[in-house]
Nanobody, 119 residues
Framework: VQLVESGGGLVQPGGSLRLSCAAS????????MGWHRQAPGKQRELVAI???????NYTDSVKGRFTISRDNAENTGYLEMNSLKPEDTAVYYC??????????????WGQGTQVTVSS
């Protein structure tokens, strides 16, 4: 199983980026997929999640600016980030989580992609 993030980079405040999370070895649509971020010296936080039923949720600091989505045909998840702020600077990770009917839970993580918001 692999989750590969891409799309990070350096952007000016107010700019936009779209992160991608390409999955292989799993069918991403049956998993809950999340985007997390970790800034230097801070704990990793959940930014956005899209469930297997396509329900979405966001942390308050990104509501109205970030959009999480999934393309089932491409087996890829996305995080569209607009109106970026310096405080959005972090390494962004995608993960996929599923709890099977027998109770076992599988969680997979990508390697992360750096997002830097600076003028």
């Amino acid at each position: 199983v692999q989750l590969v993030e891409s799309g990070g980079g350096l952007v000016q405040p107010g700019g936009s980026l779209r992160l991608s999370c390409a999955a292989s070895g799993i069918i991403l649509s049956i998993y809950d997929m999340g985007w997390h971020r970790q800034a230097p010296g801070k704990q990793r936080e959940l930014v956005a999640i899209i469930t297997s039923h396509t329900k979405t949720n966001y942390t308050d600091s990104v509501k109205g600016r970030f959009t999480i989505s999934r393309d089932n045909a491409e087996n890829t998840g996305y995080l569209e980030m607009n109106s970026l702020k310096p405080e959005d600077t972090a390494v962004y990770y995608c993960n996929a989580r599923i709890r099977w009917s027998g109770g076992r839970e599988d969680v997979y993580w990508g390697q992360g992609t750096q997002v830097t918001v600076s003028s």
